[in-house]
């Protein structure tokens, strides 16, 4: 479904955002002056000739996204997701944190999320209790 309040991009900067594309002292504070901390990293993370290759994609595809009639771009890129996406962990065929690993290199954002919270909410109390503070402590 079209959300109506972003059905038309005026300001295509949004999309700049959404791709980590605006160096983050752009994205915090939009008044920072050129010599503020931060605003030099812009010029760090495009030094690589692949990172400026998919920064320069990432706009290309975003100005296109915001060219579209919303209900094209909507289906375009709910076709584009599933395609993307790695689909359901496969069964254990080495050892399960391997391949739980494995499949997690290749998930979606959205994947790694929906999984993430479903295997949470299926553990027991007491094992939930137990993988929280792991998680909490850093996995150490």
Not at 33 to 50: H, P
Request: charged share 20%; net charge negative.
């Amino acid at each position: 479904m079209v959300n109506p309040e972003f059905s038309t991009v005026e300001n295509k900067r949004e999309y700049g955002r959404a791709a980590n594309l605006l160096p983050s002292a752009e994205m915090e504070n939009p008044g920072a002056l050129a010599g503020a901390t931060g605003a030099d990293q812009l010029g760090i993370s495009f030094k690589t000739e692949e990172y400026r290759k998919r920064a320069e994609a990432a706009t290309a595809l975003a100005h296109a996204i915001a060219d579209c009639h919303p209900q094209d771009a909507c289906e375009i890129m709910a076709a584009a997701l599933q395609d993307l996406s790695v689909g359901t962990p496969l069964p254990v065929f080495v050892s399960a944190m391997d391949d739980a690993r494995w499949w997690a290199s290749c998930a979606s954002t959205a994947e790694l999320k929906a999984f993430a919270l479903a295997c949470f909410e299926a553990m027991r109390p007491k094992v939930r209790d137990a993988f929280l503070g792991y998680v909490q402590r850093g996995g150490a």
